[in-house]
């Protein structure tokens, strides 16, 4: 009888993997990078165990929207006081606050648990295309 291999937190090998955002869809992105940081895309996936690889961004300001979700959609904060509700819309945090919004869009894809803050720390994200990590890059591929 074959059994299935179960990984442990010291087996899993990391890669580093680099995604140009540049004319590629924003959503489409963030599935390709959300099962990449999950681990789903490697047969040994283990769904209790952080087994996913390292991702990271590069001009991610020159990502696609479809329609006119710049001008409409809006992000919304709350500190929990009364009145405090804050919005923002999607150009300027894509202007502003680029590594905050494709976290944010991430996050919400990954499973709610105390696993997910562990995974959405290795995505690294930058606006445009110089980032501090070839040395990872070069090593992992």
């Not at 995604?19 to 789903?40: H, M, P, Q, S, Y």
């Not at 904060?77 to 606050?97: P, V």
């Not at 445009?128 to 890059?137: K, M, N, R």
Request: aromatic share 8%.
């Amino acid at each position: 009888m074959k059994m299935t291999k179960v990984m442990k937190p010291h087996e899993v090998e990391r890669d580093w993997v680099l995604i140009d955002a540049e004319g590629k869809t924003f959503g489409r992105i963030l599935t390709e990078v959300a099962t990449i940081l999950r681990g789903k895309h490697k047969p040994s996936f283990t769904p209790n165990v952080d087994c996913g690889d390292y991702v990271v961004i590069i001009n991610a300001k020159k990502a696609v929207f479809s329609g006119v979700k710049l001008q409409d959609k809006e992000y919304f904060t709350h500190s929990g006081y009364f009145g405090s509700t804050k919005s923002k819309k999607l150009d300027d945090m894509l202007e502003n606050h680029t590594e905050k919004l494709y976290k944010l869009a991430v996050r919400g894809m990954l499973p709610k648990n105390t696993l997910s803050r562990q995974i959405i720390k290795k995505l690294k994200v930058y606006a445009g295309a110089e980032h501090p990590h070839t040395a990872q890059l070069s090593k992992g591929n």
